[in-house]
């Protein structure tokens, strides 16, 4: 059964960071596609980060290149998204996703406020 549980949201300073994590089972974060997404207000679903198989071939989304970091752990089986630079346009609920045998699998997202 294929399960993924964010973590790290919080409220965030403009121009804080944040480092968000996705605990993955019932997938090999190492070998299957691993993504972050995040939904803004007005349930806008915005792509931010991917990375897929062995050799860690990770592709950014436009609003996430040079300001978020996608890496993974194969020891605890997790796929990091590091935030940096954040602002007010940032807020959302920031939601790991998988894609195994054709199916996708969201977590339940954890929420990052960049707010004064």
């Known amino acids: 059964q294929v399960q993924l549980v964010e973590s790290g949201g919080g409220l965030v300073q403009p121009g804080g960071s944040l480092r968000l994590s996705c605990q993955a089972s019932?997938?090999?974060?190492?070998?299957?596609?691993m993504g972050w997404h995040r939904r803004l207000p007005g349930n806008k679903l915005q792509y931010l980060a991917s990375?897929?198989?062995?050799?860690?071939?990770?592709n950014y989304g436009d609003v996430a290149k040079g300001r978020f970091t996608l890496s993974r752990d194969s020891a605890k089986n997790t796929v990091d998204l590091q935030l940096s630079a954040l602002t007010p346009q940032d807020t959302g609920v920031y939601l790991c996703?998988?894609?195994?045998?054709?199916?996708?699998?969201w977590g339940q997202g954890t929420q990052v406020t960049v707010s004064t």
């Open positions: 990375v897929f198989g062995p050799d860690s071939s990770t």
């Open positions: 019932g997938v090999d974060v190492r070998r299957d596609a």
């Open positions: 996703k998988t894609v195994l045998r054709g199916e996708q699998y």
